[in-house]
């Protein structure tokens, strides 16, 4: 049986009806304003918890990536400090190639023994180089130098610094030691270079300084060789950071498309959305004022 | 042949029906906006007929009896209606309740907790990089500070909101008390017209809409008596109104919080549906969000403390808590703190490990780890921060949500019952108007029957003279 339609339900559903409306009206003007299909996490409370999952993995992909820009930049660094450090060990050996083949008198051994000592100095410059606050081949040990003024190798501990670069990924070392350059198994550069430089200038033993200086000049090599395993190790990391930054700006695009997909609207959709709602809402309030709330009493006379 | 003057009375009679007819029509336009009102209809019958009239052996009317006037009702409708409106009633609560609290934990492009903790651990993560910076520090502590607001503000507003809820559920109890009183005399009133076979139907719409206001509020339901009076009974069947009876409902303050606990006559009593159970709803599920929240302040607190107190400061110093710990009680989003000795001195800040160097940051690494480690344990929930903290703002979103999805079904549910009252006992303006044309022209049609009889009496006296 069809109901009685009385005036109060007719007007009941005429009010329902333009709430209704206005009410989709607003949301596609809400959502084509603000350009998202998310303004509030009850509009999808699923996608609101992967955005913020999301939001808080590319935060950290962010972090990663200045972290690695950091450590690239260190290496780089060391790096350069390095090539120049391999030069003036080159130098070290030059000279002392000729003060092992130079029979000259003691008084023209001076200058190439002033030369070492310079040398000498440069190489301990060169291994004590800072970046900032701390040493680039200071590792984690800060509070002094590889080497002492005096040259002598700082005995506190020390390790390569490391970062993480990567969510759940394996440390990076973003640097090396000077330990791992400056000693060999006998001592440090500074130490036979100092000992080269005395034997130049002569102790009184002919035979030994000799000895002296030509073990020197054999270690050099080694030395070298040191010198460029350090710096292949800082161009490998280098390599491995470049990658790990390619990887990590590929992850937050992927993360962005994602996100965006989730929380921002198709703007063509919005705008056809909006032209629907305001059309139902102009049709249903032109015709509640034709029609509505007529009865037979406007007919009678 | 004499003169007949039972025509007068057939006529008086017709004319007493239309204007009755008339007026209750009126009656009925008038009210035609009322909420609760219950259209009326006049009740005719023919009047017995007289014994062989006349003389001629026949039986003749004696006209039209008015019996009385009838309220359309369907009690079984008016039941319904009360139920659906007492479950829209808590829908609506709920849903106006939990609105503000998605819109506290809603992440902007800065301010929320959410952002605030990848600040704080992202600071972290900078002074892995550069553990011997003394800036990114201050930056820590300040990121540190950053989120305390963040858990403070976000808690502030969730205790608001709950207060709120709280202040209206009193509110509410109030007005359940002044419509029960009403309801009580309402009883009385109808009782005693009743009796006196008066007519009750306004007394009973004014009763009707008033047990719908109190099962909007409390889900009461009522039972009509013998007499015409009605019992309300809350939801553990306990009576609130009782014949010309009403019982007092109060909101007792109750520890810890002091939020209130309804009482009837200072019994323990459960209200489960309707406003009060909505706001009731409310009331408890953001008790649980401010308690996820405190959990999730504490067991962050508690796991940045021992990584921190694990390694040495930018000094050498062994490193010490990092946020605040309470002289008493449990950190909490409201208590949640950086600790002084860090704001004093940035350089506190923890970075490396006891014995590693100041180039070390693998505390700090520990640290900016926890954001994302799954083995964090809030409350009874294991898991990342961050998945937790989604989950929370989710899972406030989601009431809502619900809570709107189901009053949206609920008013299509509402807006039916309603119709189907209205079907009953609304007024339609058209069949008041062909009411009034149709007792209009019945009084026109007995104020003329009444002249053709006076036209006939004067006839026959006329005759006699």
């Not at chain 2, 359309?72 to 609506?92: C, K, M, P, S, Y």
């Not at chain 2, 990848?118 to 003394?134: I, K, M, V, W």
């Not at chain 2, 703190?337 to 001195?345: D, G, I, P």
Request: net charge negative.
């Amino acid at each position: 049986m069809l109901f009685r339609i009385t005036d109060a339900a007719s007007s009941a559903r005429l009010t329902n009806q333009i709430s209704t409306a206005r009410q989709r009206v607003a949301l596609s003007q809400e959502q084509l304003a603000s350009g998202k299909r998310i303004n509030r996490p009850s509009d999808d409370p699923v996608g609101t918890d992967t955005v913020i999952r999301l939001r808080t993995a590319q935060s950290q992909l962010e972090r990663f990536t200045n972290n690695a820009a950091a450590g690239k930049e260190t290496l780089l660094l060391g790096d350069g400090v390095l090539n120049q450090y391999q030069e003036v060990l080159d130098q070290a050996y030059a000279l002392l190639t000729r003060a092992a083949s130079d029979p000259t008198v003691v008084e023209a051994r001076e200058p190439i023994a002033i030369e070492l000592d310079g040398i000498t100095a440069r190489l301990q410059q060169l291994a004590n180089a800072k970046n900032g606050d701390s040493f680039v081949f200071g590792g984690t040990r800060i509070a002094a130098p590889p080497f002492a003024v005096n040259g002598v190798l700082n005995p506190t501990a020390s390790t390569e610094v490391a970062l993480q670069v990567e969510p759940e990924g394996t440390l990076v070392a973003t640097g090396v030691t000077a330990e791992s350059f400056v000693t060999d198994a006998t001592g440090s550069i500074l130490d036979a270079l100092k000992a080269a430089s005395t034997a130049i200038r002569g102790t009184g033993n002919a035979t030994a300084d000799r000895a002296t200086i030509t073990g020197t000049l054999d270690r050099l090599p080694g030395f070298s060789s040191l010198s460029n395993i350090a710096r292949t190790k800082l161009g490998e990391r280098f390599n491995h950071l470049e990658e790990v930054t390619e990887r990590l700006s590929q992850a937050n695009l992927a993360v962005e498309q994602t996100v965006q997909r989730i929380e921002n609207i198709d703007i063509a959709e919005a705008a056809v959305n909006l032209t629907t709602t305001n059309t139902a809402l102009d049709a249903i309030l032109q015709s509640s004022s034709k029609f509505g709330r007529r009865s037979l009493l406007d007919f009678l006379g | 042949m004499g003169v007949n003057f039972s025509m007068f009375e057939i006529g008086r009679r017709a004319l007493r029906a239309g204007q009755v007819g008339v007026e209750v029509a009126s009656q009925n336009i008038a009210n035609v906006n009322t909420p609760g009102y219950t259209r009326q209809t006049v009740q005719l019958s023919a009047a017995v007929p007289s014994d062989g009239l006349l003389n001629t052996g026949f039986h003749f009317g004696t006209g039209v009896n008015v019996d009385g006037i009838k309220g359309h009702r369907d009690q079984f409708i008016a039941t319904r209606l009360r139920t659906e409106t007492a479950v829209n009633g808590r829908l609506t609560a709920e849903r106006d309740a939990l609105a503000p609290v998605e819109a506290a934990f809603q992440e902007g492009d800065k301010g929320g907790i959410g952002a605030a903790l990848q600040g704080f651990f992202g600071a972290f993560r900078d002074l892995e990089a550069n553990p011997t910076a003394t800036a990114i520090r201050a930056a820590v502590v300040e990121k540190g500070n950053t989120l305390a607001s963040a858990f403070h503000a976000t808690r502030s507003r969730l205790t608001e909101i709950r207060q709120q809820a709280d202040q209206e559920v009193r509110a509410a109890v109030n007005t359940v008390n002044d419509l029960a009183g009403k309801v009580a005399q309402l009883n009385t009133q109808i009782r005693l017209a009743d009796a006196n076979d008066g007519n009750s139907s306004g007394l009973v719409d004014q009763r009707t809409v008033a047990i719908q206001q109190i099962a909007e509020i409390t889900g009461a339901r009522s039972t009509t008596n013998a007499d015409g009076t009605v019992t309300l009974t809350l939801g553990d069947g306990q009576a609130l109104v009782y014949s010309d009876q009403a019982a007092k409902l109060t909101a007792e303050d109750t520890p810890p919080d002091g939020l209130a606990t309804v009482k009837i006559d200072g019994q323990a009593t459960v209200i489960r549906e309707g406003k009060v159970r909505g706001l009731q709803n409310a009331v408890a599920g953001i008790g649980g969000q401010i308690q996820t929240l405190d959990d999730l302040a504490a067991s962050l607190a508690g796991r940045v403390n021992a990584a921190h107190a694990a390694g040495s400061d930018l000094n050498g110093n062994a490193g010490s808590a990092f946020f605040a710990t309470p002289v008493s009680g449990p950190v909490t989003a409201e208590n949640f703190e950086v600790a002084a000795a860090l704001k004093a001195n940035p350089r506190r800040v923890v970075a490396g490990a006891t014995g590693a160097g100041g180039g070390d940051g693998s505390v700090a690494r520990n640290i900016a780890e926890l954001l994302s480690d799954t083995a964090s344990v809030v409350g009874t929930t294991t898991g990342s921060y961050t998945n937790i903290f989604a989950s929370l703002v989710s899972s406030a979103g989601a009431a809502v949500q619900a809570a709107d999805d189901e009053l949206v079904t609920q008013s299509a549910i509402l807006a039916q019952t309603q119709a189907q009252r209205d079907s009953v006992s609304g007024v339609s303006l058209d069949e008041e108007a062909i009411n009034l044309l149709q007792y209009q022209k019945a009084y026109e049609a007995a104020a003329r029957f009444l002249r053709v009889a006076d036209e006939m009496t004067q006839t026959i006296l006329q005759l006699g003279q």
